[in-house]
T-cell receptor, first 117, second 110 residues
């Protein structure tokens, strides 16, 4: 779904490096999310943002930070990457303003494959 | 009890078979429900919403049972291209976070 764009698509880096994953969307949605996915563990929520001035921790926020620079942009940072942060990362968006608030489905970007050596 | 539970499978079925997946949830106040499809190492894609009255989209039927707190997905006349992992999603609505199940893997065999 090109409406939610993640960059980079793939990244290999070394332990201790700072990494930023970018997400931008053209859907006009107000809510944005960052997930990581590991084999057998499903999607786990890292951070989410309900609007530009709202940032919330998910279930696994330790070691990560986010910035919502604009309604359309939500970036995820790993300040000092460690090998167990190797995973597939997804950004998602949803629109809270359609129907009952907060009940609409999420739409995902293509994902970023991150490997930390 | 987990917030959302799915049988991880894999379900191995022959082409043309009918297969059904269930997903149970713990939050009785949940407002919206969805099924997503995820191909290996790809992003989850919305398959269908699940309405209280049930809904059908071609070979796919989704149902919601609020009394027993589960949703189901029925796939008729399975195709090889249906092979994927199916994720159920439960949304309390408002300002609460959405919960994804860990997925049920389907493999359709020629």
């Amino acid at each position: 779904d090109a409406d939610v764009t993640q960059t980079p698509r793939n990244r290999i880096t070394k332990t201790g490096k700072r990494i930023m994953l970018e997400c931008s969307q053209t859907k006009g949605h107000d809510r944005m999310y960052w997930y990581r996915q590991d084999p057998g563990l499903g999607l786990r929520l890292i951070y989410y943002s309900f609007d530009v001035k709202d940032i919330n921790k998910g279930e696994i926020s330790d070691g990560y930070s986010v910035s919502r620079q604009a309604q359309a942009k939500f970036s995820l940072s790993l300040e000092s990457a460690i090998p167990n942060q190797t995973a597939l990362y997804f950004c998602a968006t949803s629109d809270s303003r359609t129907g009952s608030i907060g009940t609409q489905p999420q739409h995902f970007g293509d994902g970023t494959r991150l490997s930390i050596l | 009890r987990k917030e959302v539970e799915q049988d991880p499978g894999p379900f191995n079925v022959p082409e043309g078979a009918t297969v059904a997946f269930n997903c149970t949830y713990s939050n009785s106040a949940s407002q919206s429900f969805f099924w997503y499809r995820q191909d290996c190492r790809k992003e989850p894609k919305l398959l269908m919403s699940v309405y209280s009255s049930g809904n059908e989209d071609g070979r796919f039927t989704a149902q919601l049972n609020r009394a027993s707190q589960y949703i189901s997905l029925l796939i008729r006349d399975s195709k090889l291209s249906d092979s994927a992992t199916y994720l159920c999603v439960v949304n309390p609505g408002g300002y609460q976070k959405v919960t994804f199940g860990t997925g049920t893997k389907l493999q359709v065999i020629p």
